[in-house]
């Protein structure tokens, strides 16, 4: 009688960023535990996918740890699988970065387990028709990926069986589906109804392999399923089971499936990715609608599966427009790529420029679903951080020509408008004239670090689940509940905080307000704008070359229209960035014109975003030469009249960025804070903060203003 085969894959990651304490945890937790288990049973033959910040995280602190693996591996009970080694979503890479993360990942391989990879794990399971010839250049054989994907090329359940072949340009590669409905069963519902499932597929559908891939951190990481893996033995116990039912079933390792079984057949896959990520691409009011006529077919009585073809969401892409953070994020890798690939090949390497790119290319940090992703600043920051080291890396590397001051214009963000970065030894500079001429990058390159790095607070679909059920959720005991299903508070008061910001945090953007206009209207997006200036897009001249030694600007002019009790002005506003040629420092020169014969009676400022990371720890505090702070803490919020000297110091990284002004003003401050969703529930997180800072207008008609902000990082 043939056996069913059974082909197991995990994936363990943690981010590039992740704190040094999370991987310990997740290691006591989830990935020592399991191999503990699985060590019991001999029989037992799984594969098992590290991404590579774990995997340099392992080799340095748990070297046994990696022993123990190699010496399964090399009894053919584990293979281990390749993939890009930094977790980077391959098909948003250059076709040559995607190669060279693969390939790094086989040489780690190849070197710590003394095997080369034939399989890759596919991260987020994101996939485009171009793939297979990425994948095969890199020397691999095949990937696992949703049934999904499958099914949105009209195949049905019963077709989900061992692999398929698919190809681009003749270059073929072996794909897995991965059962969706093993991924909501394992490890959340007892071995029984596993087994029952396996039944159905060999009995009913006549499958020969079916295969289960997904997160490791499901076996003790994710919130309550510790106790119910193994201190309630569910691991053990599925394992046990497993061995007990071995006369029908048995597990194979990919490679060894792929040895003696054909492929069922061959197939062309459209992009997609797991259903869920789908899900979360979508904009909000999208999403909403989404799960509406999902629930309405759940109440039609209409089975899921007889639509699936047609039922999907978006695809990853969609994030880049959904988060212009993403997008900028993006775009800078792409950037940094191309400075990187100027250096000679060998250079490349061995200068660790290559490596410092490829760390900022890692997935998490550029989106948002189930986990914090994109909302957690610290992973955003992390990217940033090994994007400019390799910047700097690449400078240094040039020689004295890379320390020269620059100004390039192109279109950056590929929005088609172009933007001016401006860059010194010391600092990047990202301007958006189309974007209210705002700064929405500033990199202070000693210690790389992007202080522009403000994520905004707009609109999530899960918004809904929190007015809905603020107060309400409460324990729940038993079979611990997959985080698809799981409804957590991790603070109170979450419905209070959800704000949504009009605009982009970037900086230098420029506001005519209502006179009535508090700090708190302000912070919550209830106050007037009067002037058409903000995100609006400012013309710019061609800039000069820079030059060794001397200052170099950036000119911008908007006429726009000023509203004063139903009488519109015509206002013109210019600002010029003035760049020091060698420090992290520069001017913004303003004029503001009355263009009109009537005279203008408004409020104007300037609003800023910085992070320095922290909102609540003693070494990131306001500070003002002109005002008593106490060392007021980043979270804080408050008004201080007549201030000439304001800033943010960080005693962590060991720097302060200083604003002063021309003029003085009154300025207001408060925390940027977001609502967001993570697999431990909802919580808020500080983003970064808001400093507006304004003044009283008073012009005739055809008369001006003149006011110059100076910020300084050092």
Known sequence: MKKL????????????????????????????PYFEVLNKFPRIKTAVHFSGPLLEWLKSHQPDYLKMLRDMAAEGRLEILGGGFYEPLLPS??????????????????????????????????????????IAEAGIQYTLIDDTHFYYSGLEERQMNGYYVTEKHGSPLSIFPISKALRYAIPFKQPEETLAYFRRAKDEFGFEGVTYGD???KFGGWPGTYQWVYNETWLS???????????????????????????????????????????????????????????????????EDRYRIFLRGGQWDNFLTKYEESNNLHKKALYVSRKVRKLPKARQESSGALRELYRGQCNCAQWHGLFGGLYLNYLRHALYNHLIAA???????????????????????????????????????????????????????????NVGNVLRRREEA?????????????????QPQSIHDRVHFKEEGLQNKLVYDR????????????????????????????????????????????????????HLKRSGVVREQGHFHPVAVRKSYVFSPDEAEFEVRYRIANDGQDELNACWGVEFNFTLLAGDAEDRYYFSPDHELEKARLKSEGELKDAKTFGMRDDWFRFQLELSFSEPATLWRFPVETVSQSEDGFESVYQGSCLFARWDLCLGGGKSADYTVRLKIG
Not at 15 to 32: A, L, M, T
Not at 410 to 422: H, I, K, Y
Request: glycine fraction near 8%; proline fraction near 6%.
């Open 237 to 303: 116990r599925f394992f046990s089971a497993l061995e007990q039912n071995v006369d029908w079933v048995e597990t194979s390792t990919f490679g060894e499936y792929i040895d003696n079984h054909p492929p069922t057949g061959r197939i062309y896959l459209p992009m997609a990715s797991y259903e869920e990520m789908m899900e979360w691409s979508l904009p909000a009011g999208a999403a909403r609608k989404y799960a509406e006529l999902k629930h309405e077919l759940q109440d039609r009585g209409i089975p």
């Open 462 to 478: 899960y918004h809904k689940t929190i007015l809905e059920k603020a107060g309400q959720a409460g324990a729940q005991a038993g």
């Open 215 to 217: 997160d490791g951190e």
């Open 93 to 134: 890479l250059p076709d040559e970065d995607a190669v060279g993360q693969i390939r790094m990942m086989s040489a780690f391989i190849r070197e710590e387990f003394g095997t080369a990879p034939r399989g890759l794990w596919l991260a987020e399971r994101i996939w485009v028709p171009n793939l297979p010839k990425i």
């Open 391 to 449: 910047e700097n890396i690449v400078s240094a590397e040039l020689g004295e020509k890379g320390q020269d001051p620059s100004l390039e214009v192109f279109d950056f963000n590929l929005d088609g408008r172009d933007e001016a970065v401006a860059s010194n030894k010391k600092m990047n500079a990202y301007i958006a004239p189309g974007r209210g001429g705002s700064l929405f990058e500033l990199d202070y390159r000693p210690v790389c670090f």
């Open 5 to 32: 085969k059974f082909l197991f894959g995990i994936h363990n990651h943690q981010p590039v960023g992740n704190f040094d304490h999370v991987f310990e945890q997740s290691f006591q937790k989830c990935y020592r």
């Open 503 to 554: 605009h982009e945090r970037f900086s230098f953007l420029d506001h005519f307000v209502g006179s009535e206009t508090t700090l708190e209207t302000f912070k919550r997006c209830l106050y007037t704008e009067n002037g058409d200036f903000v995100e609006n897009v400012y013309e710019m001249e061609k800039p000069a070359k820079p030059k060794p030694n001397k200052e170099f600007a950036v």
